[in-house]
């Protein structure tokens, strides 16, 4: 069964500390693994990884794909209040190897990251 | 007005009305997607639209009717809901299908009494 699993499912660290969320998956033909931050409603898009070993920042943010061990991990170091907010993980996947097989997209339930002063 | 957006913010409605939430993308995109997010659960995808072709349907309750009358509109009409349905529904268009970045709606917050 294809699976996308987030660990910790929560979090409290103090501002200033370095955070790693880990998120691990299970599925058939990989194609992309996003992340995603979602505050109070609206799921804001973070990164896109596609390829192994390719790290991809964006500020205090950055994250990794490792295609053979199954999992990616995003890193944000000095964290602020501002950064708490539940952050998502999701596999794009072909459940099958056939022409014209719609992709499927599956969410991990999320870790929820809270940052004390 | 800019972004992707969606009406009604919130909704309460009974198990025999009928109603429709809105969501519209003023981004070009030609992907539109239809979530649901329930308490403790991961975010489900219900429906893909790629040039208003309806590509994916995971298994959703015929009491959820989706429409994409153009690529910057996306209806979720709803009939004869049950309690279970309340969560809130999120709305996205994606500039390709799925596996690209999408972008989320502010989403409607749904109580089925």
């Known amino acids: 069964e294809d699976k996308v699993v987030q660990s910790p499912l929560s979090l409290v660290v103090h501002e200033g500390d370095t955070v790693t969320l880990n998120c691990s998956y299970e599925?058939?033909?990989?194609?992309?693994l996003l992340w995603y931050k979602q505050e109070k409603k609206a799921p804001t898009f973070l990164f896109m990884l596609?390829?192994?070993?390719i790290e991809k920042k964006s500020g205090r943010l950055s994250s990794i794909l490792d295609k053979k061990e199954l999992f990616s991990i995003l890193n944000i170091t000095a964290t602020q209040t501002g950064d708490s907010a539940v952050y998502l993980c999701a596999v794009c996947f072909y459940p099958q190897i056939k022409s014209g097989t719609a992709s499927k997209l599956t969410f991990g339930t999320g870790t929820r990251l809270q940052v004390t002063l | 007005e800019t972004g992707v957006t969606q009406t009604p913010r919130h909704l309460v409605m009974g198990m025999t009305n009928k109603k429709s939430l809105k969501c519209e993308q003023h981004?070009?995109?030609?992907?539109m997607y239809w979530y649901k997010q329930s308490a403790k659960k991961p975010l489900e995808l219900m429906f893909v639209?790629?040039?208003?072709?309806?590509?994916e349907n995971n298994s959703v309750p015929s009491r959820f009717s989706p429409e994409c009358p153009n690529s910057s509109h996306l209806f979720l009409h709803l009939h004869t809901l049950q309690p279970e349905d309340s969560a809130l529904y999120l709305c996205?268009?994606?500039?390709?299908?799925?596996?690209?970045?999408?972008?989320f709606g502010p989403g409607t917050r749904l109580t089925v009494t």
């Open positions: 596609t390829s192994s070993g």
């Open positions: 599925v058939t033909n990989f194609r992309s």
């Open positions: 639209y790629s040039l208003e072709e309806r590509v």
């Open positions: 996205a268009s994606s500039q390709e299908t799925i596996s690209y970045e999408q972008y």
């Open positions: 981004l070009g995109h030609n992907a």
